[in-house]
């Protein structure tokens, strides 16, 4: 099981900043991605940004350039933390923002773990 609590979310003004930070907990062993979706009312849940193990972040094309993934984790695995740097922010980067896990089980396939979601508004 992989626990993940996402925070920093919030109001802010368009051209701001925030930083979303997703502490992931428990079994880290085979993960193979992480990332970040977004779903703002009435869509559909999107990709936001995505980070394979051991590579770079891959972005939705309209966050490109202004938001920035990054993770942190010790080296006994006792702290992974997952960053979202969100700069020049618009109106319609306003959704619920959340915390994405891939694990590879035992058997080859994959179970997706998922935090509660962090509210971002952008809006002046």
């Known amino acids: 099981q992989v626990q993940l609590v996402e925070s920093g979310g919030g109001l802010v003004q368009p051209g701001g900043s925030l930083r979303l930070s997703c502490a992931a907990s428990g079994s880290m062993f085979s993960i193979t991605a992480m990332g970040w979706y977004r779903q703002a009312p009435g869509k559909d849940r999107e990709l936001v940004a995505v980070?394979?193990?051991?590579?770079?972040?891959?972005?939705?094309?309209s966050v490109k350039g202004r938001f920035t993934i990054s993770t942190i984790s010790t080296r006994d695995s006792a702290k992974n933390v997952m960053y979202l740097q969100m700069n020049s922010l618009k109106p319609e980067d306003t959704a619920v923002y959340y915390c994405?896990?891939?694990?590879?089980?035992?058997?080859?396939?994959?179970?997706?773990?998922w935090g509660q979601g962090t509210q971002v508004t952008v809006s002046s």
């Open positions: 980070r394979s193990s051991g590579g770079m972040g891959n972005y939705a094309d």
């Open positions: 994405n896990a891939a694990k590879r089980l035992s058997d080859g396939t994959i179970n997706e773990y």
